[in-house]
């Protein structure tokens, strides 16, 4: 059986959950995929979806700008069989577009709220009239009259219309967020939908996803041909390179730069992973002078995440010359870690009238390489989740520690030492502060339940008193999340101890350390790094 036979495609409006309704229903092994909502028609009929799921999203249905599914939409589920499902703006654009009225609601359901079933069937098949269940909603307007053929099964606790349906054209609709997990009945109505109704059967599997990445590896790539690699250290690019090595060996050429800006010891440890566990060729460049030579002076994060990209695509372009050189060709890719959430992202949401994406912070990639370098690029993870990333890496027999490591910024320490990188010895005093820091953390047994943590160099001096004698010395700051995909986090919260502990170790150990903070905030409002 194709394991992509069942496909579930998400038509995505700009909701802010979009994301995670593509992974909770690969968290059930089923295949899905997310485009932008107002993608031509021949772009959702090419990938023959069994299952199509309309997004929620910011917009009115009554805006002259709102965005919608294409024209014969429709008319193309029902004459393929197609299963339609609508969440909150997605329930309110089928009622609008399949003849039915929304209108502005009396009262806006926005938060928490309790829903009640009238109908069991369809959506709540499982359930019985009369069962009420908790739900996130999200919405100003409100399903006022339904189109021919469908009927109300849920209702609020206000009366609104909560979930509708139409099972002769299999159209569905839910005007809360089942995906989220403030709705905590949401999965258990999706799974149901999806398998119970509509049939869908799971049978798609990390295994596959190898198998076939290998495959097309294997089919993309000459017998002759060489393969590139710059590898960062982290997850995404380490296995990226790994199923690519399994593919064609040691025709993939991997290159790992020391920029002077990682963490204690991070090359030696990076390196002995690479070379000892995974056995890829990697060289490994130290362009630590080169970095910092350019960094000096500079205090903007925008500039200096540009200058480290710059640099990096220099050094990149030597190590494929000096590859050509000793080949006597040309390498013909370009292996790039890039994850699914980043094709996402790349298509801004439908009825902005944007064309790109506002930038917060520039990301680090290669992917502004020199156009003489005519590389073509094997992205083995772009269709993959971090989560679905890691399970690969397993597969792959990846070292686990290696696995479970914290996200690492691209331009390393430079977005964590606050001003200028290079002045005095903030870079060995962060190094230091962040070794003790993430060491307490895995001593504590609790490195697994946090996303990322790190220490910030601030660029300000405080008083204090250390050995009887006054001190004028550097402040640090610890911060530490949780978070499912990076998209929104929140601050960890430690036990008191811990953090009086770590505290204690850094300033009595690192020296030009007198005073520690701990960053409580959240994202939003706040990024995750400082920078």
Known sequence: ???????????????????????????????????????????ITSLNPKVVILS?????????????????????????????????????????RLGGEVRVGEKQEYGRMEIEVEKSCGLFGGKRVGDRQVVWMSHGDEAARLP????????????????????????????????????????????????????????????????????????????????????????????AATLVHKAIGDRLHCVFVDNGLLRYKERERVMETFERDLHLPVTCVDASDQFLSKLKGVVDPERKRKIIGKEFICIFDAFAHELENKLGKKPAFLVQGTLYPDVIESCPPPGTGRTHSHTIKSHHNVGGLPKDMKLKLIEPLKLLFKDEVRQLG????????????????????????????????????????????????????????????FAVFLPVKSVGVQGDQRTHSHVVALRAVTSQDGMTADWYCFEHKFLDDVARNICNNVRGVNRVTLDITSKPPSTIEWE
Request: net charge negative; charged share 20%.
């Open 394 to 453: 397993r597969i792959l027999s990846v070292p686990e520690p290696f696995l479970k490591r914290h996200p690492f910024p691209g331009p390393g320490l430079a977005v964590r030492v606050l001003g200028d990188v290079t002045e005095g010895n903030a870079l060995d005093v962060l190094r230091q502060v962040d070794e003790i820091f993430i060491q307490s953390i895995k001593d504590a047994g609790i490195y697994d339940e946090i996303w990322q943590a």
């Open 56 to 96: 929620g999203g910011p917009h009115s249905v009554h805006s002259d700008d709102s965005p919608s599914f294409a024209d014969g939409f429709v008319e193309w589920t029902q004459a393929n069989g197609v299963f339609v499902l609508g969440i909150c703006y997605g329930l309110q654009l089928i009622v609008q």
């Open 148 to 239: 021919n053929g469908f009927e109300v099964v849920a209702r609020s606790q206000q009366g609104a219309v909560a979930a509708v349906e139409d099972q002769e054209r299999r159209f569905y609709g839910l005007q809360y967020h089942p995906e989220v997990t403030h709705s905590p009945e949401g999965m258990e109505t999706l799974t149901y939908f999806l398998f119970d109704v509509c049939g869908v059967s799971a049978g798609w599997k990390m295994e596959d996803v190898m198998d076939e990445e290998i495959k097309v590896i294997n089919d993309m790539v000459g017998p002759d041909d060489h393969v590139i690699c710059a590898l960062s250290g982290g997850v995404d690019s380490t296995v």
């Open 1 to 43: 059986m194709d394991p992509k036979a069942d496909l579930v495609l998400i038509l995505d409006f700009g909701s802010q959950y979009t994301h995670l309704i593509t992974r909770r229903i690969r968290s059930l092994s089923i295949f899905s995929l997310c485009i932008s909502g107002t993608s031509p028609l021949s772009s």
